[in-house]
């Protein structure tokens, strides 16, 4: 009998140990869960400090330091859960959306693990897994609720109708958020990953820098983002002031590019729950992580009867346990992929 055969004959199981695999940027990333929330182990070996020297992810040292780093962070994610791979019932992996040489890596390894094993291989996208990481922080936590999603590669507010439909209200026309927290910290001399290095900065700054409000007249939704034009803005402003002989504090820059891109955040947020009637707001995605974008949401829905739920830090930014809780919910509706799966650099919202 075929893989494929075997799995299809499999029967769910009613608490499902599913392990999570993560290499789509430059995080290899393990983890154990069960029964989709309870997290039994978890592994993250970053190659960051590789790419800082050249100021942003350089794909190539990424796929191959996930190529040494896949099965060491596999052992310890079993070894720290006291589980041999014939426990796992399934094998999730994010096949889409990233870098293709560093997906390929974790796609390729998973399969391999559940051809061995014959186990169920579940596809797993990277941004439905950022949105997961919401249930793993509040596992009572039930659709409807309102995401939104700020990462490195992604910027959008999403109405979750259910665990499997996405309506995205709208998303960025060009430049993600976190994209341009780190375009920003290369201009203000700060290195890679910018996004936390800006914040940092920017506590020792203040809002007096003026920069444009965002998609000012514009004629699509007014869920959308466009952070290409605050970042030129940003830069301009920093070369036009050089450039004058006009001494530059960069974290008053730090603070104002922050306000402004928290401030597009909060807007089209409230908007989102007033158009929805939803009660519940989540955040997903490494610039979850932003303590004043988490600070400016908790003040937002002070007073309000609005849940907010923001995932610890560490699972805003890529981890496998998000993978293995979007796994679970792709298990549960037989979500099993051939041993045939390619990755995907771009995936769909939806
Ligand atoms: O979700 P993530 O880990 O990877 C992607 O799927 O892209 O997000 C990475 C992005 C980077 O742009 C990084 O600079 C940003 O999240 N980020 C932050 C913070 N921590 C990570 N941005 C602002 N403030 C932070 N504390
Ligand atoms: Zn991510």
Redesign the pocket.
């Known amino acids: 009998m075929s893989y494929e055969d075997i799995v299809k004959q499999k029967q769910l199981k009613e608490n499902p140990i599913i392990m999570g695999i993560e290499t ?2 430059d995080e290899t990333a393990v983890a154990i869960t069960r029964n989709g929330s309870e997290i039994l182990s978890e592994c993250i070996i970053s190659s960051a400090t590789e790419h800082a020297k050249f100021g942003g992810v350089v794909p190539e040292i990424a796929s191959r330091n996930h190529t040494v780093a896949i099965s060491l962070a596999t052992e310890k994610a079993l070894k720290d859960a006291n589980l041999t791979l014939n426990d796992i019932d399934a094998f999730a992996v994010t096949y889409g959306a990233g870098l293709l040489g560093a997906l390929l890596v974790g796609v390729s390894y998973a399969k391999a693990l559940a051809f061995a094993t014959k186990k169920p291989l579940i596809p797993v996208s ?1 941004v439905r897994g ?1 949105v997961s990481a919401s249930y793993l922080t509040k596992p009572d936590l039930k659709p409807p609720f309102v995401t939104l999603l700020a ?4 910027t959008a507010v999403i109405a979750v109708e259910d665990y499997y439909k996405f309506n995205v209200l709208g998303s960025t026309i060009d430049d993600a958020i ?2 341009a ?2 375009k920003v910290a290369r201009v203000l001399n700060l290195s890679y ?4 290095n ?2 940092n900065l920017a506590k020792q700054g203040s809002n007096n820098v003026a920069l444009p409000k965002m998609l000012k007249n514009y004629k699509g939704s007014e869920f959308d983002f466009s952070y290409s034009g605050l970042k030129t803005a940003v830069i301009n402003y920093v070369h036009n002031q050089q450039a004058k002989g006009k001494e530059v504090v960069y974290a008053d820059v730090a603070h104002s590019f922050q306000k402004n891109a928290v401030d597009a955040v909060i807007e089209r947020i409230n908007k989102a729950v007033k158009k929805t009637g939803y009660k519940t707001v989540c955040v997903s ?3 979850g ?3 004043y974008l988490r600070n400016a949401l908790l003040e937002n829905f002070k007073d309000t009867n609005v849940t907010l739920v923001l995932p610890e830090k560490k699972y ?3 981890n496998g346990a998000m993978i293995a809780m979007e796994g679970f919910l792709q298990y549960k509706r037989y979500n099993f992929a051939p041993l045939t799966l390619n990755a995907s650099a771009v995936v769909s919202l939806k």
């Open positions: 789509s940027c990277h950022h990462s490195g590669g992604h976190g994209e927290f780190d990953p910018g996004g936390p800006v914040e995605g490494g610039v992580a932003n303590g805003c930014t890529d």
